[in-house]
């Protein structure tokens, strides 16, 4: 089955300390894959993707990703938190029929 | 160019009732999906359509779900006979073609209401 896993439900981190949101996907979801951001009662916002080419990804607002292959992970990273960043996190990969197959989310939350 | 529009943000349907969501996708997109986001359970794939067709209809319920996208106009999102469990988010996204080596952008979601 085509699944995406997100590892932690919540992870609460004190700002200006680095963080690492974990998620794996399944073999047989498409190796395109994305971190989405959402706000409260905000829609979703892209903080980037991987399609290709070098595994380490950047993104918006400071974040970076790495795509493992062997370990079917895309785990996102930010090495200085601030109170913005507190928000909820998606891991997306694309599914066989051409949709967004989402993790669970992890939230996010910044503590001074 | 503006971005993925939904509308109404906000929509309280009583029992019974029925709820229309619109989403206009961003210019020059013809992929429209459709998600429901419940608390604590992430966003659910529910229909997946190209201008005038259903491409993936795989996550929506049997009965009184139904999505169009017709040839003018924006996609629509109908639930018949809203029940208490209906009560969500509903997301709508776009893409230029299928997501498979591009992105899809999201509206700002429909979040509904039902007493």
């Known amino acids: 089955a085509q699944s995406v896993t997100q590892l932690d439900s919540q992870v609460p981190v004190f700002e200006e300390a680095p963080v690492e949101l974990r998620c794996n996907y399944s073999?047989?979801?498409?190796?395109?894959l994305f971190w989405y951001v959402q706000y409260p009662n905000q829609g979703l916002q892209l903080l980037l993707k991987?399609?290709?080419?070098?595994?380490l990804v950047k993104g918006i607002n400071g974040f970076e990703a790495e795509f493992n292959k062997s370990q079917t992970s895309f785990h996102l990273r930010k090495p200085s938190v601030h109170i913005s960043d507190t928000a909820e996190y998606f891991c997306a990969g694309s599914g066989s029929q051409g949709n967004l197959i989402f993790g669970k989310g992890t939230k996010l939350s910044v503590k001074p | 160019n503006a971005g993925v529009m939904q509308n109404p943000r906000h929509l309280v349907r009583r029992r019974g009732q029925e709820a229309r969501l619109r989403c206009s996708p961003m210019k020059g997109h013809s992929h429209v999906y459709w998600y429901r986001q419940l608390p604590e359970e992430g966003l659910k794939f529910m229909v997946y359509?190209?201008?005038?067709?259903?491409?993936?209809e795989s996550g929506m319920p049997k009965e009184r779900f139904s999505a169009e996208f017709p040839k003018e106009g924006p996609s629509i999102l109908r639930i018949q006979q809203v029940v208490r469990g209906d009560s969500a988010a509903y997301f709508c996204?776009?893409?230029?073609?299928?997501?498979?080596?591009?992105?899809?952008?999201f509206g700002q979601g429909t979040r509904l209401t039902v007493v």
């Open positions: 359509l190209q201008k005038e067709n259903i491409i993936d």
């Open positions: 991987y399609l290709s080419g070098s595994t």
């Open positions: 996204a776009s893409s230029l073609t299928r997501i498979k080596n591009t992105e899809a952008f």
């Open positions: 073999s047989s979801v498409s190796v395109y």
